[in-house]
Nanobody, 115 residues
Framework: QVQLVESGGGLVQAGGSLRLSCAAS????????MGWYRQIPGKQRELVAG???????NYADSVKGRFTISRDNAKNTVYLQMNSLKPEDTAVYYCYYLWRGLYSWGQGTQVTVSS
C-alpha cells in the first residue's frame, strides 16, 4: 500500500506559475514511475507528465516546454513545476505512483488559472 500526499495547488493568473509536490510513503519499491494526471469535470483523466525512478520523463504535448517534472528519490517525492499557465490548464491534478501495472493515487489538488 502506497499513500500519496499532494500540495501546491491554488489560484493563479494566466501566465503565472505553480509548483505541485507529491510525497509517497508506505510500501515503496525501487523501480517505479510517479507523475501527474489531471481531470476536468465531465472529461476523462489525462496524463500530464511522468518520471521513472531512473529519471526518464514523458509529457503531454499540451504541456511540453511549459511544465517540468522532477523527483527526489531519497524523499520519495515528485514535483511538477508549471510555468506559463493557461486557463485550459484548470483542473484537479492527481499524483500517481505506478509499479508493475498497479496505480496508487493521491487525493487531488485543484489548480485554477484565471484569464
Amino acid at each position: 500500500q502506497v499513500q500519496l500526499v499532494e500540495s501546491g495547488g491554488g489560484l493563479v493568473q494566466a501566465g503565472g506559475s505553480l509548483r505541485l509536490s507529491c510525497a509517497a510513503s508506505g510500501s515503496i519499491n525501487s523501480f517505479n514511475t510517479m507523475g501527474w494526471y489531471r481531470q476536468i469535470p465531465g472529461k476523462q483523466r489525462e496524463l500530464v507528465a511522468g518520471i521513472s525512478s531512473g529519471g526518464t520523463t514523458n509529457y503531454a504535448d499540451s504541456v511540453k516546454g511549459r511544465f517540468t517534472i522532477s523527483r527526489d528519490n531519497a524523499k520519495n517525492t515528485v514535483y511538477l513545476q508549471m510555468n506559463s499557465l493557461k486557463p485550459e490548464d484548470t483542473a484537479v491534478y492527481y499524483c500517481y505512483y505506478l509499479w508493475r501495472g498497479l496505480y496508487s493515487w493521491g487525493q487531488g489538488t485543484q489548480v485554477t488559472v484565471s484569464s
